[in-house]
């Protein structure tokens, strides 16, 4: 269609203007069924036919430019701005959608015939489903619908304003017209905007255009309660009361309908829309639908003409499967617990029929031996009442008895445990036991431990426990060997490790103290020291030696050769380290200090800052310290 300038301003000025007037519209009352359903239709291809109904240029590819449109299953692959969309058409997998991508100029750009005759003087719902398919922000589409009669007077119109962008989500655009004697309507959409400046949008898909008739506000239900859904249980025999209450013209005629399998069929006689009764024998489980349908007399037998109210549904249902349980048998003092997997309310009841509990899963706390015997829950569900029994045993909990609840054992040693009182047990920890299962284990810990022993009688169990005291086997160290000169004493140094031990020396000579860990000894010639660790709680005695070394006096030597071949390189003072932090110091003739040296641990090797001293005679320092005598005298050294 080629619109000239004049032309496009005009009609352009007139859809403003008509779109300022119009609001939005829906229908207040009940809607009929769609007596008109374009939904593009479907097939196996990409694309449909070209359906012949627009001035835009039909492509059957996917390259969807301006001015251009096409009958497709998705969007996807047509623009890389465009959301990936499919046909709004529920559950229709290979249907269409008609998707436009609009001129630069205002204009029309789809009119069609609607090839189903309406009723006359009738009010009709148009709505149609729309989705603006840029995802950025761009030139948003406006659309106006118009429906005309045959000889293109305009029946109602509709403005969209600008469809929002960055938006997936299908949305439904619609209003309310009324048809005149005429039964022939057509559906126009305009294209309302300018796109001078050739800006990217006004892009959009279009699907599921409907017609249906709009009439009274009908609202309908089932029994007193007025529910949408009734649940009723299979093999029931019940009589359902339908009504409906209705706003609208006091000469409108009423029929009830149902469901026949897939298509709506009249109830002979059922015309009275404030009761209608729906009678069960030995109820089938499945669904049945019902409604009730309205219109004006002289429209009446036209299916098209009608509005109906809201679905009314019987479910007649199986009886559900009621499996109640419980945990018993249950210990006296402990709790009963029921529960049961089917949805519903609840009635338990006690073995003497009182009710106890509405609760899916009740508790019975500190359960006694009279409340012992047979339970019942009653389950109502969808429409069904069904009655489950358990039988519950509350039973005396075993005395557990344990033996010797702390005994005392030495490490690496075990002991038994004694448990009685049930007919099965368990034991945990299970680290250190011969066997966790029966009643006297050997226990064998390395380390002090706690064991819980669970004694069973039945299904009921109690608990005790025994604390396996692990007492450390001793240990001795008498410390390291000494050297005492004659004459002088030493220091020995002792320890011992375990539990509950004591200790001593022997022999019991020349030693100041023979319970202390530290005494001193003065031994007349080599002794050997014996630190003996006794455990106070029975277990082994732990020895060790200590060899003390008696010398009658230090050894001096007046001469040394430290020539490097390995004889008398070193001058070796014997006995020296029996002394406690002797200081020995090395002068030559001129008194010049070239050794000094405390505990002598390393003898003096002749050199001096690293540097051999020269052949020849030195003097010599030794302080014992203790308040004794200083040793002094000289020596040679050669080469």
């Not at 080629?2 to 009940?30: D, E, I, N, P, R």
Request: glycine share 8%; aromatic share 10%; with cysteine.
């Amino acid at each position: 269609m080629t619109w000239g300038y004049t032309k496009l301003t005009a009609l352009f000025l007139l859809l403003t203007f008509s779109a300022a007037k119009v609001k939005a519209q829906v229908c207040t009352g009940s809607l009929g069924d769609p007596v008109v359903n374009i939904d593009f239709g479907r097939g196996s291809a990409d694309a449909g036919p070209d359906p012949g109904f627009s001035s835009y240029t039909y492509v059957s590819d996917r390259n969807v430019r301006d001015g251009t449109y096409t009958i497709a299953k998705t969007t996807i692959g047509m623009n890389r701005n465009w959301y990936a969309v499919t046909n709004h058409t529920p559950d229709d997998v290979d249907g269409y959608m008609m998707v436009v991508n609009a001129d630069r100029n205002p204009g029309i750009f789809y009119e069609s015939d609607v090839q189903i005759n309406l009723c006359p003087n009738t009010k009709y719902e148009f709505a149609a489903w729309l989705l603006n398919m840029l995802d950025y922000s761009g030139l948003k589409p406006n659309i106006t619908f118009v429906v005309l009669d045959m000889n293109d007077i305009e029946l109602g119109s509709y403005n969209t304003g600008d469809i929002p962008d960055q938006d997936r989500n299908w949305r439904q655009y619609g209003f309310i017209f009324q048809t005149t004697t005429s039964t022939r309507v057509k559906i126009r959409m305009i294209n309302n905007v300018f796109n001078v400046n050739d800006a990217g949008g006004n892009d959009i898909v279009i699907d599921d255009i409907t017609f249906r008739a709009c009439g009274p506000d009908i609202k309908a239900g089932i029994g007193t309660s007025f529910n949408r859904v009734q649940d009723i249980c299979e093999g029931t025999t019940t009589t359902l009361n339908l009504s409906a209450q209705t706003v609208g013209s006091g000469t409108l005629r009423y029929q009830w309908q149902k469901d026949s399998g897939g298509s709506w069929a009249d109830i002979p006689g059922a015309t009275n829309p404030s009761s209608y009764n729906e009678s069960f024998t030995n109820a089938i489980p499945g669904l049945y639908n019902y409604r009730l349908t309205a219109a004006e007399p002289g429209n009446f037998n036209s299916p098209n003409c009608r509005t109906v109210s809201p679905i009314l549904t019987v479910k007649v249902n199986s009886p559900p499967m009621v499996n109640a349980i419980s945990n018993g048998p249950v210990c006296i003092g402990d709790a009963i617990m029921f529960d049961v997997s089917t949805d519903g309310t609840y009635e338990w009841r006690r073995p003497n029929g009182t009710l106890f509990s509405t609760e899916k899963s009740p508790v019975i706390l500190d359960a006694t031996a009279s409340m012992s015997g047979s339970y019942t829950l009653t389950v109502k569900s969808l429409g069904c009442e069904v009655t489950s029994a358990i039988n519950v045993n509350v039973i005396p909990p075993p005395i557990p008895v344990v033996d010797n609840p702390a005994p005392q054992i030495c490490e690496g040693t075990s002991v038994q445990l004694n448990a009685s009182g049930g007919t099965s047990y368990s034991w945990s920890p299970t680290i250190g036991l011969s066997d966790p299962n029966v009643a006297n284990p050997i226990a064998s810990p390395t380390v002090t431990t706690l064991y819980t022993v669970q004694v069973k009688s039945g299904t009921c169990y109690r608990e005790a426990q025994v604390n396996v005291i692990v007492n450390k086997v001793p240990a001795a160290d008498a410390g390291p060997d000494k050297k005492i000169l004659s004459g002088y004493d030493v220091k020995l140094n002792g320890s011992v490790s375990g539990d509950g031990v004591r200790y001593f020396w022997t022999p019991n000579t020349d030693i100041d103290d023979k319970n202390s860990l530290t005494p001193r000894v003065s031994p007349k010639e080599d002794t050997d020291y014996i630190l003996h660790a006794e455990s106070t709680m029975g277990c082994v005695t732990a020895l060790d030696t200590v060899f003390v070394k008696v010398y009658n006096g230090l050894t001096v030597p007046n001469a040394f050769s430290p020539n490097g071949d390995n004889i008398n390189d070193a001058w070796n003072i014997t006995a020296i380290d029996a002394l406690d932090a002797p200081v020995v110091k090395v002068m030559n003739r001129y008194g010049t200090l070239i050794f000094e040296s405390t505990d002598y641990e390393k003898p003096w090797d002749g050199k001096y800052r690293n540097e051999d001293v020269p052949v020849g005679v030195y003097y010599y320092i030794i302080d014992l310290k203790n308040g004794m005598k200083p040793v002094t005298g000289s020596l040679t050294l050669i080469r």
